[in-house]
């Protein structure tokens, strides 16, 4: 064997040490979780539509609901898949500081602007910023080996809903306690998020990513890329002439599990109720509680509680252990069911505490879910195709939340008013609900016949965690902060 100085001597790279690793892990650690939280602090997020409906901007109801909020939905859709695609080609790191410059162009308008072309703007900007989300949940996985997926995932997490936790509990403090204007909210958001693209600026810029860069020599603990194992004989670049074909027929094939098909066709639908709920849930909020006195405003306390629940909510469902494959559709139809209830309450409540918490528990509903779906769709498939299935369900809701705003929010179509808005929705929820309990049991008892799901359930051990150490959280937008003002979900 060579002594270290003499290997040296000889220009012999040496591996670092286990402890030159270490420091350098928990650096890494430190800075994207720091990175993470400031990106966060947004204490006058809470607080944009009264805002806006308030004597600084005075700008009406109906420009707000069918002018306004609406153009969210329709850039959102259109910068989506660009942003998604870009993301990977230019690896991660010049998309999280366009996340950076859209924020502060964001407040910029929302500061300056006084039409509401300005205000339609800051919308365009406000969904380049959501779809920007997935470059910070797929950046911290393409600098970490995979033993250290589930750990940094956690880390993570953590960190921004720590951040978006105390910018909303900042932001009502503020309001509150302090009495301070949503202008004075909204100049301190703009400098906390200036010093958050500084900070992304000195963010490690990676070699690789998932689809474009998978070039270079692998790092040592790190798996073959999916692709590279669909054909190791391909040629360099020759991939992208077959591996979009050949990964569309493998999820055709996939489509086939009925519990795959269930969880999507949840996270589609469900996922644009919920993410029209939250669009226009400050809104409703103003016409429950029109008032002029803005430390009675408590729209920051809702939304530190709902991130605080949904967080706890999440957390717990990774203890849920359950036959997923056999009792699915009854849990589901049974959270829908209480979220029907929920919005239901908000419709008809008079009070603004009652829509308050109606709102916390809606939120907290959904939150549990997402998690169960996630694993639910990721478990059976390979990386690639987990971020194709997110992708497309991503995609899809998107679709379908731009066709109900389009159709119901804008004044080109119906323009109805908020409350119009959320009425026509819950004898559907309902509906769908009771459908699957129905169907559900009726296929349970019925006499020699067996439902897809319980032939399923025959090749699933008993009382499983949905979560397993061994699982590779997928690269997806869906792991990203899906589209919603005040969400975190890296």
């Known amino acids: 064997m060579v002594p270290s100085s003499q ?16 420091k350098s892990w928990r650096c890494l650690v430190f800075y994207l979780c720091f990175y993470g939280f400031m990106a966060q602090l947004r204490p006058g997020e809470s607080f944009i539509t009264p805002y806006l409906l308030g004597p600084e901007k005075n700008f009406t109801r109906e420009q707000v609901t069918n002018e306004i909020t609406p153009v969210l939905s329709y850039s959102y859709l259109a910068v989506l898949v660009p942003v998604f695609l870009l993301t990977d080609y230019l690896r991660y790191k010049p998309v999280l500081v366009l996340q950076g410059l859209s924020y502060v162009s964001v407040w910029l308008l929302l500061l300056l602007g006084r039409s509401v072309l300005h205000m339609q703007l800051m919308e365009l900007f406000f969904s380049v910023t959501m779809a920007a989300r997935i470059a910070y949940s797929s950046y911290i996985f393409s600098l970490v080996r995979p033993a250290r997926y589930q750990r940094m995932a956690g880390y993570s997490r953590a960190a921004t809903l720590l951040g978006v936790f105390t910018s909303s509990v900042l932001g009502q403090l503020l309001v509150t306690v302090g009495g301070l204007p949503f202008s004075t909210l909204n100049y301190i958001s703009l ?17 690789r ?31 992208r002439d077959w591996t979009l074909v050949r990964m569309l027929r493998e999820l055709g094939d996939n489509l086939r599990s009925p519990q795959l098909r269930l969880w999507s066709l949840w996270w589609v639908f469900n996922s644009a109720a919920y993410y029209l709920i939250v669009y226009y849930v400050h809104i409703l909020w103003n016409v429950v509680h029109p008032t002029t006195d803005t430390t009675a405003v408590y729209n ?35 959270v829908t069911a209480v979220q029907a209830v929920l919005v239901f309450l908000m419709y008809s409540t008079n009070s603004i505490w009652l829509c308050y918490v109606a709102f916390v528990l809606f939120r907290g509903a959904y939150q549990f879910l997402v998690p169960i779906a996630t694993f639910q769709i990721a478990s059976s498939l ?8 997110f992708g497309v369900n991503t995609f899809l809701a998107t679709v379908l939340k731009t066709v109900i705003t389009l159709v119901v929010s804008d004044k080109r179509g119906l323009g109805l008013p908020v409350h119009s808005q959320v009425s026509p929705s819950r004898p559907r929820c309902l509906e769908v609900s009771g459908q699957e309990v129905v169907r559900r049991w009726a296929g349970r008892f019925r006499p020699g016949t067996q439902t897809g799901a319980e032939q399923e359930a025959r090749s699933q051990p008993r009382c499983s965690p949905f979560w397993r150490s061994s699982d590779q959280p997928p690269s997806s937008p869906m792991l990203a902060d899906v589209p919603g003002r005040m969400e975190a979900w890296p």
């Open 7 to 22: 290997a040296m001597e000889k220009g012999v790279p040496v591996e670092p040490g286990p402890d030159l690793e270490l």
């Open 300 to 334: 920051g306390g809702a939304d530190a509680a709902s991130t605080l629940l949904g967080a706890i909510t999440s957390f717990s469902a990774g203890f849920v252990k359950i036959r997923w494959a056999l009792w699915a559709k009854l849990v589901i139809a049974g």
């Open 382 to 389: 390979s990386k690639e195709l987990c971020a194709l299935v």
């Open 191 to 207: 400098v906390l998020l200036a010093f958050s693209l500084v900070l992304a600026l000195f963010l490690k810029r990676p070699k």
């Open 209 to 239: 990513s998932l689809f474009f860069n998978r070039g270079g020599p692998v790092r040592r603990g790190a798996s073959p890329s999916e692709l590279d194992r669909m054909n190791p004989d391909a040629e360099p670049g020759a991939w």
